[in-house]
């Protein structure tokens, strides 16, 4: 049974951290690309960060570029985000998703195999 977990979100003053974690089981975690996600009231789910498979390469939304950092632990089947200089535009329910989409496309919610229940980040002024 495929089960994606996250957990670490809250609520926090602009400019503080986060760390997000998200626990897999159930797939190959290696052999995913492990992704975040992010959808705000209204708004669609978006691109947040991805560590393509297995590891050692990512790519980041210009919004989030500088700030977030992802990481994986594929001995632990873990995904991490780190989120520094929350701005309230973060706010938003964090996703952690996995693909093998080809790299063309992992940037792509539809093209995600599998998604977590999300964990809500509010950043407040």
């Known amino acids: 049974q495929v089960q994606l977990a996250e957990s670490g979100g809250g609520l926090v003053q602009v400019g503080d951290s986060l760390r997000l974690s998200c626990a897999a089981s159930?797939?190959?975690?290696?052999?995913?690309?492990m992704g975040w996600f992010r959808q705000a009231p209204g708004k669609e789910r978006e691109f947040v960060a991805v560590?393509?498979?297995?590891?050692?390469?990512?790519y980041y939304a210009d919004s989030v570029k500088g700030r977030f950092i992802i990481s994986r632990d594929n001995a632990k089947k873990m995904l991490y985000l780190q989120m520094n200089g929350l701005k309230p535009e973060d706010t938003a329910i964090y996703y952690c998703?996995?693909?093998?989409?080809?790299?063309?496309?992992?940037?792509?919610?539809?093209?995600?195999?599998?998604w977590g229940q999300g964990t809500q980040v509010t950043v407040s002024t």
């Open positions: 560590s393509k498979r297995p590891g050692g390469t990512e």
């Open positions: 998703a996995s693909s093998t989409a080809a790299l063309s496309a992992i940037r792509r919610p539809d093209m995600q195999h599998y």
């Open positions: 159930g797939f190959p975690f290696i052999n995913y690309h």
